[in-house]
């Protein structure tokens, strides 16, 4: 499966972007999904992430309450909503896949398939 990601720009604190993960090659159903980004000299680190089961999402902590993952199978595309941005939400935001997967999300290592990534920049 090939991912794009889009939907990054720049943005004032506390507002909102929404990007998007399009999926293309194979239909996105049996994939679990999920967010990740990478800031300037930092590790890429786990974001959001849902299940292609039952949908069950998880964030990271610094997400929580203001990011919002979702998918809809029809378009094949995976969705990550971002509110009340702030400056450390700066980074390249990377969408990721494995199919047929319910360990794990928050695990880098766990997924097969990476889009090419989305700049996502909060101005303060």
């Known amino acids: 499966v090939q991912l794009q990601a889009s939907g990054g720009g720049l943005v004032q604190t506390g507002g909102s972007l929404r990007l998007s993960c399009a999926a293309s090659?194979?239909?996105?159903?049996?994939?679990?999904a999920g967010w990740f980004r990478q800031a300037p000299g930092k590790e890429r680190e786990f974001v959001a992430g849902?299940?292609?089961?039952?949908?069950?999402?998880d964030y990271a902590d610094s997400v929580e309450d203001r990011f919002t993952i979702s998918r809809n199978n029809a378009k094949n595309t995976v969705y990550l909503q971002m509110n009340s941005l702030k400056p450390e939400d700066t980074a390249v935001y990377y969408c990721a896949a494995r199919q047929y997967y319910n360990g794990n999300i928050k695990l880098r290592n766990v997924y097969h398939y990476w889009g090419q990534g989305t700049q996502v920049t909060v101005s303060s």
């Open positions: 090659g194979r239909t996105l159903s049996s994939y679990t």
């Open positions: 849902i299940t292609w089961t039952d949908g069950r999402t």
